[in-house]
T-cell receptor
Framework: GAGVSQSPSNKVTEKGKDVELRCDPI?????LYWYRQSLGQGLEFLIY????????KSGLPSDRFSAERTGGSVSTLTIQRTQQEDSAVYLC??????????FGPGTRLTVL | QQPVQSPQAVILREGEDAVINCSSS?????VHWYRQKHGEAPVFLMI?????EQKGHEKISASFNEKKQQSSLYLTASQLSYSGTYFC????????????FGQGTILTVHP
């Protein structure tokens, strides 16, 4: 595709429910990143996939957060038992040979 | 560790210049600059890989002093379209593709 796509664009859920956020990277990009941006804040790194290597999960805030990348392409970020503090925009980015990260439009998650 | 950006906010009139600084306490492999407009995703501006390297993109340029672990973004003759939040991100260590971003600098350009 032309760029990174994410779905859904908006997600409203109730506290305690699980949510899944999807990211489709740019075709051919081997690296995929997830970030979180709370209102008016910077970009907080969550997790990084590079090819077939073990992902760098050092940014995941708790064990309620997990992510997988199937077939080296699409990635899903799962948040279990959502809390109100999980409300944020979740951004996905991908990069190819140049390390330049191209961001998707994000998923705005609201936990009521 | 998160890089530190300064200033936190800048207000300009069209045509004025601005400098945004980004400092890190760790050895850097590269520095990346992004601009984010309200409600939109961050957009890549430029990446700097070498100490002392300077790159340009129209009237926006940047320098990277590897020894000082510092990068600066220069915006000259600012335009209304330059308004947004500017983030620097640094990569270093073994996960060189992973970026740690600064807290952002809000730039507002008025007519």
């Amino acid at each position: 595709g032309a760029g990174v796509s994410q779905s859904p664009s908006n997600k409203v859920t109730e506290k305690g429910k699980d949510v899944e956020l999807r990211c489709d990277p740019i075709s051919g990009h081997t690296a995929l990143y997830w970030y979180r941006q709370s209102l008016g804040q910077g970009l907080e790194f969550l997790i990084y996939f590079q090819g077939n290597s073990a992902p760098d999960k050092s940014g995941l805030p708790s064990d309620r957060f997990s992510a997988e990348r199937t077939g080296g392409s699409v990635s899903t970020l799962t948040i279990q038992r959502t809390q109100q503090e999980d409300s944020a925009v979740y951004l996905c980015a991908s990069s190819g040979r140049t390390d330049t990260q191209y961001f998707g439009p994000g998923t705005r998650l609201t936990v009521l | 560790q998160q890089p530190v950006q300064s200033p936190q906010a800048v207000i300009l009139r069209e045509g004025e210049d601005a400098v945004i600084n980004c400092s890190s306490s760790k050895a850097l492999y590269s520095v990346h600059w992004y601009r984010q407009k309200h409600g939109e995703a961050p957009v890549f501006l430029m990446i700097l890989l070498k100490g002392g390297e300077q790159k340009g993109h129209e009237k926006i340029s940047a320098s990277f002093n590897e020894k000082k672990q510092q990068s600066s973004l220069y915006l000259t003759a600012s335009q209304l379209s330059y308004s947004g939040t500017y983030f620097c991100g640094h990569a270093g260590g073994t996960s060189y593709g992973k970026l740690t971003f600064g807290q952002g600098t809000i730039l507002t350009v008025h007519p």
